[in-house]
């Protein structure tokens, strides 16, 4: 199983400039989540799923946008980059609920640079 | 809301050397405490999940303990490859969906 899958692993912006960050995982795990990691601050999280067609705020949404068409697929977009949003994002998915289920299991992560 | 206070920033211990690591919380109703390991440029790889008061976990040199207030992952004797950053997550019963980190300890064992 490749697991969770995030792509691009870098990519550097403009400001202003919008992009897609792509997650997918081969799990079928109902739960997809994004967080972005900053020095200091941890990880905080941005837009959550619970399943397809079902998407909720996290802690830090303003600025992404988040859509779940599908099981498999979480993509997350940035609408107009701003230097502010320069960080590295995780995309993370679980089973679902009850505690057989709710671990976690992360990508390797996207490097955004916005300039 | 929920919120997680990990202490201490970092850590720095000689091989062999067994610490703890403290993990305080404040959450409406615990239904997990999640502790992870993160390497260098790479995603969290979850240790463990506590539910209760009480409970212990333990994964070769790691053993993770949570009371009412606070989680600690102690590490005996550890080895360099121990090395990384520990993160500890709460998720409160109103809030299943959101996973509260905090900021993680940085943990380096030299030789």
């Known amino acids: 199983n490749a697991g969770v899958t995030q792509t691009p692993k870098f990519q550097v912006l403009k400001t202003g400039q919008s992009m897609t960050l792509q997650c997918a995982q081969d799990?079928?795990?109902?739960?997809m989540s994004w967080y972005r990691q900053d020095p200091g601050m941890g990880l905080r999280l941005i837009h959550y799923?619970?399943?397809?067609?079902?998407?909720d705020q996290g802690e830090v949404p303003n600025g992404y946008n988040v859509s779940r068409s599908t099981t498999e697929d979480f993509p997350l977009r940035l609408l107009s980059a701003a230097p502010s949003q320069t960080s590295v994002y995780f995309c993370?998915?679980?089973?679902?609920?009850?505690?057989?289920?709710?671990?976690?299991?992360f990508g390797s992560g996207t490097q955004l640079s916005v300039l | 809301e929920d919120q997680v206070t990990q202490s201490p920033e970092a850590l720095r211990l000689q091989e062999g050397e067994s610490s703890s690591l403290n993990c305080s919380y404040t959450v409406s109703g615990l239904r997990g405490l999640f502790w992870y390991r993160q390497d260098p440029g790479k995603g969290p790889e979850f240790l463990f999940t506590?539910?209760?008061a009480g409970e212990e976990k333990e994964k070769e040199r790691l053993k993770a303990t949570l009371t009412k207030k606070e989680s600690f992952l102690h590490i005996t004797a550890p080895k360099p490859e121990d090395s990384a950053t520990y993160l500890c997550a709460v998720r409160g019963t109103d809030s299943w969906g959101k996973l509260q980190f905090g900021a993680g300890t940085q943990v380096v064992v030299t030789p």
């Open positions: 993370a998915s679980s089973r679902g609920q009850g505690q057989a289920n709710e671990k976690l299991f």
């Open positions: 799990m079928n795990h109902e739960y």
């Open positions: 506590l539910y209760s």
């Open positions: 799923s619970v399943g397809a067609g079902i998407t």
